[in-house]
């Protein structure tokens, strides 16, 4: 460890200090989503191969419906509470009203969530013979509430959830290995997912009070509907996204079987594993491009430009191998060659790509407060989505839904680039000419 951290430290005395805190937060996402990747590789074929394609492919249309959940207890908070946090980071008591007012809310959402997730249990006759499992996986939700990562985000120390998060997942991996070891055990596989989950939460909440002093109150009303009114132009947009990017395999089960389903979600895995790269540098850029924003458009155009080069120089490379080697992904997976999930995995592997090149047009957008162009365009993808999965997936089956969420996020990445070009040239970073000027406080307001 003590070697490492001297390697580290060397790295670092190559970086402005200015640009130190970015490189560590990377280093904490990388070290994150590495051990995530290491313990997937690990996990991810033993569980497939134990329960079977049929089984995984039910318990990840579980996970998928979870989500929803996640997305709307979350609120938009991961991208608006993090600015605000970003831009009080100094301010204690400040810190300690934005925590307390945007935990309250997540908590009352949770409630709402739960009340709507019941309901459907009880409502849907198809949900009957899954309803023990389905509650088992609404833990997966708890979990993700007890995470406050927007806040270490925030304060630009995301070296705190790289320890958590190896706990995650290392007790994740233990309660596979352990209590998974035949067919009618996949019961339980969500239940761990969220188990750990919730006790990586509470060890996060230790952090937050003892490291950073802040103070947990209850806010009144008033404050929660504040909070509720000021996300909801993010909510709507992430919710967006998230019908773009998990609705699929919901549409998909409308279709196919579990088994078609399994082979879907085998290829979708390793996608998400893909696409967690692109995740990493999603949350380290956006508080930096945040403050470069309201110092310099100039220097923010910059930073833009080299973000934009490092995608293209991670991301095709990684994309075109993934395509040749599909096969043999798949087989280390579900130990046989599945030639549908291969074919899946083809189509689906360029989807990263396209998810990472939106990153520096759709974080320039937030952090200039241009939401409404932002949402109308996610919206359209989410649209465009839900409607080409209805048709192709009836048709194709996992082959349709591979093409839909290649065309949506490649038609996302498009209008973004398209919108900042014709619409909001001052904004454009990949303008030849950049004035360098910082833009009026007023005018950050659209």
Not at 140 to 151: E, S
Not at 240 to 255: P, R
Not at 335 to 348: F, Q
């Amino acid at each position: 460890m003590k070697k490492i951290k001297q390697r580290l430290s060397n790295i670092s005395n190559f970086v402005d200090d200015e640009y130190r805190p970015l490189l560590a937060n990377f280093l904490s996402l990388g070290i994150i989503q590495g051990s995530n990747f290491l313990l997937s590789i690990i996990t991810f074929p033993y569980v497939v191969r134990v329960i079977g394609v049929e089984s995984f492919g039910l318990i990840t249309l579980l996970q998928t419906i979870m989500l929803y959940f996640v997305v709307l207890t979350d609120y938009g908070f991961n991208l608006t509470a993090t600015k605000e946090v970003s831009v009080h980071r100094n301010d204690v008591d400040r810190l300690s009203k934005i925590f307390s007012e945007v935990m309250v809310t997540k908590a009352v959402l949770l409630v709402l969530s739960f009340i709507l997730f019941a309901s459907a249990l009880l409502l849907i006759p198809n949900f009957e013979d899954y309803q023990l499992i389905a509650l088992l996986s609404f833990s997966i939700v708890v979990g993700q509430l007890l995470q406050p990562q927007w806040l270490f985000q925030g304060v630009e120390q995301m070296k705190y959830m790289t320890y958590i998060n190896i706990t995650i997942r290392a007790l994740y991996a233990i309660g596979i290995f352990t209590f998974i070891s035949q067919a009618q055990d996949y019961l339980y596989i969500n239940l761990i997912n969220g188990i750990s989950l919730i006790i990586g939460g509470v060890i996060s909440l230790i952090i937050v009070f003892k490291k950073f002093n802040l103070k947990f109150t209850i806010p009144g009303i008033n404050q929660i509907i504040q909070q509720l009114k000021d996300s909801w132009s993010i909510f709507f947009s992430t919710i967006s996204v998230s019908i773009a990017n998990n609705t699929n395999i919901v549409i998909l089960g409308l279709f196919a079987s579990p088994l078609v389903i399994g082979y879907y979600s085998i290829a979708e895995k390793v996608f998400q594993i893909m696409r967690t790269f692109a995740v990493i540098l999603y949350q380290v850029v956006y508080p930096r491009i945040c403050m470069l924003a309201e110092r310099s458009f100039s220097e923010l155009a910059i930073f833009l430009k080299l973000i934009f080069k490092a995608i293209l120089l991670t991301f095709l490379p990684l994309s075109v191998l993934v395509f040749i080697l599909s096969d043999y992904i798949v087989y280390l997976v579900a130990g046989e060659y599945l030639s549908e999930a291969s074919l899946v995995l083809r189509i689906i592997c360029f989807g990263p790509l396209m998810a990472a090149l939106n990153i520096p047009p759709a974080q320039t957008m937030l952090a200039y407060r241009l939401t409404k162009s932002f949402t109308i365009i996610v919206s359209i993808g989410a649209a465009v989505n839900v409607g080409l999965n209805f048709i192709l997936a009836y048709y194709f089956k996992a082959t349709g839904t591979a093409f839909s969420i290649l065309a949506t996020e490649t038609l996302i990445t498009i209008l973004l680039y398209i919108t900042l070009y014709r619409n909001f040239p001052e904004y454009c970073f990949f303008h030849k000419d950049v004035a360098a000027k910082k833009i009026p406080q007023a005018d950050l307001i659209k």
